[in-house]
Every structure is written in C-alpha cells, then in structure tokens.
C-alpha cells in the first residue's frame, strides 16, 4: 500500500521516515519528493507498505504525528491524474 507523506518540514530526510515507519511494517520503498532545480524537499514524499494493513495501521497512527516539530499528514496515494491535454511546445 502506498501512502502520502505531507507538511514534511525541509529537515526531513528519508532516513527519518524510515525511522518511524518501519516498526509497523515491511516497508518497499521511501521517497521525499525534491524540487527538480534546487534539489530541496517539496515538503511531501511516499512510503510504501508491502501489506494494505500495515499501510492502514500507519495512517492511523502517524496521520497528525509532530516529527521534527510539525504535524504530518498521512493518507492513501491516489493515482497521478493526466489531464488528457497534449502540451504545446
């Protein structure tokens, strides 16, 4: 199960988010998304479960935690919507 991870303050690496996910369940991957340019932290990332209840567990717990003095928020990822519009370059 695959999760988004928002309002990460830009202290927040990776390593942190394995941290305190990985107690509640076998864990596939980590990812801060990070600006194209600058390199630093958008302020959200995902985690993905390999099982759905350990993905639901998390979301109970985690979903308003204080990590690094900010509240998270944790929820289900939703599928990337296209908007079907060629780009015009």
Known sequence: ??????????????????NLFSPHGELVSVSIVKDR?????????????????????AISKFNGHALKGVKIKVNAASEKKHSGRAKNW
């Open 1 to 18: 199960m695959k999760l988004y991870v928002g309002n990460l303050s830009e202290q927040i690496v990776e390593d942190d988010l394995q």
């Open 37 to 57: 340019y600058s390199g630093s932290s958008r302020g959200f990332g995902f985690i993905e479960f390999e099982s759905q209840s350990a993905g639901n567990s």
